[in-house]
């Protein structure tokens, strides 16, 4: 991330954030199957053939959630450390 008056996020953000999302999206999905006794587990329908790749999945979208708080304290940061900017009278 870089800062020059505003916040630049590269592709690692970007990407983590995408795998954020989706995890809590499938984890929205695996609570509502819940309540109706469905397998709505995104991940698991797609690579459950696959155990290692399935957990594979779900080791990457746990370390984007790390990295996302990382992310976060970097944004809260930088604009802590912003000067705010005067409005022109």
């Given at each position: 991330?870089?800062?020059?008056?505003?916040?630049?996020?590269?592709?690692?953000?970007?990407?983590?954030?995408?795998?954020v999302i989706v995890g809590?999206?499938?984890?929205?999905?695996?609570?509502?199957?819940?309540f109706i006794n469905a397998?709505?587990?995104?991940?698991?329908?797609?690579?459950?053939?696959?155990?290692?790749?399935?957990?594979?999945?779900?080791?990457?979208?746990?370390?984007?959630?790390?990295y996302e708080l990382y992310?976060?304290?970097?944004?809260?940061?930088?604009?802590?450390?912003?000067?705010?900017?005067?409005?022109?009278?």
């Open positions: 991330m870089q800062y020059e008056g505003r916040i630049r996020a590269n592709i690692l953000d970007w990407a983590s954030l995408i795998l809590a999206l499938n984890w929205g999905l695996v609570g509502i199957g819940g397998n709505w587990n995104v991940v698991n329908l797609i690579f459950g053939s696959i155990p290692t790749l399935e957990n594979l999945i779900y080791l990457l979208v746990g370390l984007a959630g790390i992310f976060a304290y970097q944004l809260y940061s930088a604009r802590a450390e912003k000067p705010m900017a005067e409005k022109p009278a």
